[in-house]
Each structure stands twice: as C-alpha cells, then as structure tokens.
C-alpha cells in the first residue's frame, strides 16, 4: 500500500460515524405504543387478554396464561388468531381472549 492510500483509508474511517453499543435497543423501540413491551409487533390489529389458560398442543399454536397479554397480527374466519405474546407467535383461540384495544391506523 502507498502512503496516500493508507492516508485516503485513515480519512474514510475517520469520517464514518460508529455505531453506539445500544443501537439494536433503540432501533427496535422505534414505533412501539407507550406501554408496549420490547418484544410487541410494530403494527398489531388488536390488542387482547387472556381469559382461560390455554396449553398448545402443536408447534403452529401459541400456549398462555389467563392475564397474558396477546398482540393480534391476523384473524381468520374459523375463529383463530394469529398472535404474538412474549416474542412467540402462534395460533389463538379467539373465545380465549378479550379485547383490551383496537389499534387505529
């Protein structure tokens, strides 16, 4: 390497912003409703509750407890839901919840 081209590297790496430490933190922050935990889809159609403990009986299905807090991502015409608590995805029964929160766009 010539000494301009070390020089040119130098400058490049000089300019360009580090990243903080934190920035996958932050970044993941962006767009969340106050309240909302880390793990909550961005966009959600409704937020729901609990109000029986459900244990899944396959991979696709999603188990809680009565009082777990349910983001709803999808509903289907057979009465499931497509939901996300606690950063898992799974099938829900919709007579197993209750709305807390419709989410307006």
């Known amino acids: 390497l010539t000494d301009d081209?070390?020089?040119q590297q130098l400058v490049v790496m000089a300019i360009q912003p580090s990243v903080p430490v934190d920035y996958e933190e932050?970044?993941?922050?962006?767009?969340h409703y106050s309240g909302d935990p880390q793990w909550a889809p961005k966009t959600y159609m409704e937020k729901v509750v609990a109000i029986?403990?459900?244990?899944?009986?396959?991979?696709?299905?999603?188990s809680f407890m009565a009082g777990d807090i349910i983001y709803i991502i999808?509903?289907?015409d057979d009465g499931w839901f497509e939901g996300i608590s606690s950063g898992v995805t799974g099938l829900v029964?919709?007579?197993?919840?209750?709305?807390i929160m419709h989410n307006v766009d």
């Open 74 to 76: 999808k509903k289907h």
């Open 26 to 31: 932050e970044e993941a922050a962006v767009g």
């Open 93 to 99: 029964p919709g007579n197993y919840v209750e709305s």
């Open 52 to 62: 029986y403990d459900y244990n899944a009986n396959r991979d696709d299905k999603l």
């Open 5 to 7: 081209s070390v020089f």
